[in-house]
T-cell receptor, first 117, second 112 residues
Framework: GAVVSQHPSRVICKSGTSVKIECRSL??????MFWYRQFPKQSLMLMAT?????????EQGVEKDKFLINHASLTLSTLTVTSAHPEDSSFYIC?????????????FGQGTRLTVV | KQEVTQIPAALSVPEGENLVLNCSFT??????LQWFRQDPGKGLTSLLL???SQREQTSGRLNASLDKSSGRSTLYIAASQPGDSATYLC???????????WGLGTSLAVNP
């Protein structure tokens, strides 16, 4: 099946620094990329949806200036957590979809466990 | 607003048991429903996707059913094995943009 490669799988950073998470679609063109985060004992929550070449659409309550999403190509999308704080510590995961927004054919990355100290 | 609930939150069974995980959703106007498996600290593995026009899907020892009218889906695991231990998530594709709405998951432990 199709693969989305997400890196890094784990990262520990100091408070105030920025962290970049990459998701690459290896054998398909990810027209749409969804970014989720999951806090402990909570469900996955959609943070933003991005279409290649367009600005991302952020969910209510997600700061677009803090969580920068770049989807400049059909095979690469990045999420940068800027000025990270301990409360940003979470599990972040991407989902790439080859079709139009909302396509049910979509593939998940392996996830990134971010710890801000 | 679509909400997805999974019961039970946690389940511990001896190896070999057949078991049922439940997922309910509040808005029957879902597009599709999908079951995933999440291993600790890892990503998601898609198990079964049930299209809105379907009533069930099967893959190996797994069978998932969908009853849109009652707002329910069940995941049946036959002859459970220790390797089945994981968190099982259901997610409904809902709304005009078909966003995924997630349940909190059922944490399954299969004891040898």
């Amino acid at each position: 099946g199709a693969v989305v490669s997400q890196h890094p799988s784990r990262v520990i950073c100091k408070s105030g620094t920025s962290v970049k998470i990459e998701c690459r679609s290896l054998d398909f063109q990810a027209t749409t990329m969804f970014w989720y985060r999951q806090f402990p004992k909570q469900s996955l929550m959609l943070m933003a949806t991005s279409n290649e070449g367009s600005k991302a659409t952020y969910e209510q309550g997600v700061e677009k200036d803090k969580f920068l999403i770049n989807h400049a190509s059909l095979t690469l999308s990045t999420l940068t957590v800027t000025s990270a704080h301990p409360e940003d510590s979470s599990f972040y995961i991407c989902r790439g979809a080859p079709g139009e927004t909302g396509s049910t054919e979509a593939f998940f990355g392996q996830g990134t466990r971010l710890t801000v100290v | 607003k679509q909400e997805v609930t999974q019961i039970p939150a946690a389940l511990s069974v001896p190896e070999g048991e057949n078991l049922v995980l439940n997922c309910s959703f509040t808005d029957s106007a879902i597009y599709n429903l999908q079951w995933f498996r999440q291993d600790p600290g890892k990503g998601l593995t898609s198990l079964l996707l049930i299209q809105s026009s379907q009533r069930e899907q099967t893959s190996g020892r797994l069978n998932a059913s969908l009853d849109k009218s009652s707002g329910r889906s069940t995941l049946y695991i036959a002859a459970s094995q220790p390797g089945d231990s994981a968190t099982y998530l259901c997610a409904a594709y809902a709304g005009n943009n078909r966003k995924l709405i997630w349940g909190l998951g059922t944490s399954l432990a299969v004891n040898p």
